[in-house]
């Protein structure tokens, strides 16, 4: 399968030959693709930088192609070349014959860290073989690209499947926490039907109100996962740790889990959505580590660390803690510890969330008495930088990490 994509992307792909003057730009693609190599000749340089890169296997200039507007052409079609592509160069030089193109050459020689010269004339035994080096590097190159287009696609699968996973946990969730105050609404209703006065009725009333705000509460917080911008916004973040928390009181009650939540008035550049995904995977580890019961502390406050000013979000528990010799592979694609009740990419969406965000995420634990673990996300309270050049906020450089104490 591989060799057949590599015939095909040979078939597309081509040398240019740029020679303007004489018959080297003719002959030079005759010996080319009479020896299996695609290669087409054109005028000049700048008509190589009209054809996309991907399609080129590598520019056979002549030192007269270089005249004029030539070198700055070559400037601009380097320059060009995406993170992934190092552009093979072969330039026949006519060396000593011609000393005013010596300089050019020098500063081609200087400036292009893939050139190959040759100096005219050339002999096709010398031309072909360097043809074979430059076709090899740039099929080894167009590989690397496919390789980590494709593991783009993946990962890209993979962050949709875990939202999906999310999503279906929070409808399990949302199901479950509302089910409760209906039962309590339900029994209200029951009494209100045989009160046998007006205040009893009334006070019954209001607490059915209650529930039917409890009610709107949880579908609200559902709601916010998905309703709010992926882009970087100011956010609120003791509201977001709050509504992230709303989720589970149903949870945290069964399993007698005491709960506190201590929020300053903190803000940070982020996209909420994102982050109260993350905080949701978070906190739901949390109370699976305290099957038993325990207490789970989520703290907002804000920080200067590493010359910045960061919003943190702290969320700790009492629970069994973390083996040390799982923590190496914590944050990796498809690991878990919970068997067939987790995906194994919890964390490690947690982790490409916070580092999207400009984040840090930091973490500690103990499995010795008293066990538990705490996780730190750190959030900038500085814009990003395509708010900071709209001219709507100053740059200030962040950095991500991704750190076990």
């Known amino acids: 399968m591989n060799q057949v994509v590599t015939n095909r992307r040979s078939a597309l792909c081509r040398f240019l030959v740029v020679a303007p003057v004489g018959r080297d730009g003719e002959l030079v693609c005759a010996l080319l693709n009479g020896s299996g190599y695609a290669s087409e000749s054109v005028s000049t340089i700048a008509e190589a930088g009209q054809v996309e890169s ?23 079609i380097v320059a060009a070349q995406p993170d992934w592509s190092d552009l093979p160069v072969m330039l026949l030089t006519s060396g000593p014959v011609e000393p005013r193109y010596s300089a050019i050459a020098t500063q081609v020689r200087m400036e292009i860290r893939s050139l190959i010269l040759l100096d005219r004339p050339v002999r096709k035994e010398l031309l072909l073989s360097a043809v074979q080096a430059a076709y090899t590097s740039r099929m080894k190159q167009l590989e690397v690209r496919d390789a980590a ?27 479950h926490e509302v089910n409760n105050p209906l039962e309590a609404l339900g029994n209200l209703l029951y009494l209100v039907e045989h009160c046998d006065t007006l205040e009893e009725a009334q006070s019954l009333g209001r607490l059915a109100t209650t529930e039917l705000g409890r009610i709107s509460e949880i579908i609200d917080n559902t709601l916010r996962l998905h309703r709010a911008p992926a882009k970087a916004t100011l956010t609120d973040i003791g509201e977001l740790a709050s509504s992230a928390l709303a989720l589970f009181r149903g949870k945290i009650r069964e399993r007698h889990i005491s709960d506190s939540l201590m929020a300053q008035k903190s803000y940070a550049f ?36 590493n010359g910045g000013r960061y919003a943190r979000i702290t969320v700790a528990d009492t629970g069994t803690g973390i083996r040390k010799e799982v923590r190496p592979s914590l944050f990796t694609q498809f690991f878990t510890t919970k068997g ?10 947690t982790r490409d969330i916070v580092h999207r965000n400009r984040g840090k995420l930091r973490f500690r634990s103990r499995v010795d008495s008293p066990s538990g673990t705490i996780f730190a996300l750190y959030l900038p309270c500085t814009p990003p930088l395509d708010l900071v050049v709209s001219g709507a906020h100053r740059p200030d450089g962040e950095q991500t990490e991704v750190e076990a104490a």
């Open 54 to 76: 991907s399609l080129l296997l590598g520019l056979i200039l002549t030192d007269e192609a270089l005249g004029r507007e030539g070198l700055d052409a070559l400037r601009a």
């Open 149 to 175: 287009a494709k593991q783009s696609r993946t990962d890209e699968a993979l962050r949709n499947s875990e939202k999906l996973a999310v999503a279906g946990r929070l409808a399990a969730t949302m199901a």
């Open 270 to 305: 982020c996209s909420e959505g994102e982050i109260r995904q993350a905080l949701v995977n978070l906190i739901g580890n949390a109370l699976d580590a305290m099957a038993d019961g325990g207490r789970l502390i989520v703290r907002v406050s804000t920080v200067t660390t």
């Open 340 to 349: 067939r009740l987790g995906t194994g990419l919890g964390l490690w969406l």
